[in-house]
């Protein structure tokens, strides 16, 4: 739970990367998953061949294309989450230092604190 709250306290670009991502992720594959039966519906498995050249062609270049989308939109995703773990992970760094200075250094003085400098 603490967890989810951190997460709403994270930069909203971050937030936005990564719903927008998710959110088109999971759009394409619904396409992907409406297109593929008609895909299929163009092949015939007993002569193993193609019905319609040109419309199997055509929709197979867009499922191909949609395909190739949604994987550069994952990974555009994986770089948003690890942008947002960054940011959560440098807020609660701010965080604990404020708290207590020594948390930072691993809970040993530094060489500055040890010269009261």
């Given at each position: 739970?603490?967890?989810?709250?951190r997460?709403?306290?994270?930069e909203?670009?971050?937030?936005?990367?990564?719903?927008s991502?998710?959110?088109?992720?999971?759009?394409?594959?619904v396409?992907?998953?409406?297109?593929?039966?008609k895909?299929d519906?163009?092949?015939?498995?007993?002569?193993?061949?193609?019905?319609?050249?040109?419309?199997?062609?055509?929709?197979?270049?867009?499922?191909?294309n949609l395909s190739?989308?949604q994987?550069?939109?994952?990974?555009?995703?994986?770089?948003?989450?690890?942008?947002?773990?960054r940011?959560?992970?440098?807020?609660?760094?701010?965080g604990?230092?404020l708290?207590?200075?020594?948390?930072?250094s691993?809970g040993?003085?530094?060489?500055f604190?040890?010269?009261g400098?």
């Open positions: 739970m603490e967890r989810i709250c997460l709403e306290k994270a909203p670009p971050c937030l936005r990367g990564l719903l991502s998710w959110l088109l992720v999971a759009g394409l594959e396409v992907l998953f409406l297109l593929h039966p895909l519906a163009l092949l015939d498995p007993e002569t193993r061949s193609i019905v319609s050249r040109h419309e199997f062609k055509s929709l197979h270049l867009l499922y191909m190739t989308t994987w550069v939109v994952t990974i555009l995703y994986i770089c948003a989450t690890v942008w947002a773990w940011c959560l992970d440098r807020s609660a760094m701010a604990a230092a708290q207590n200075p020594a948390a930072c691993g040993h003085e530094t060489q604190e040890k010269k400098i």
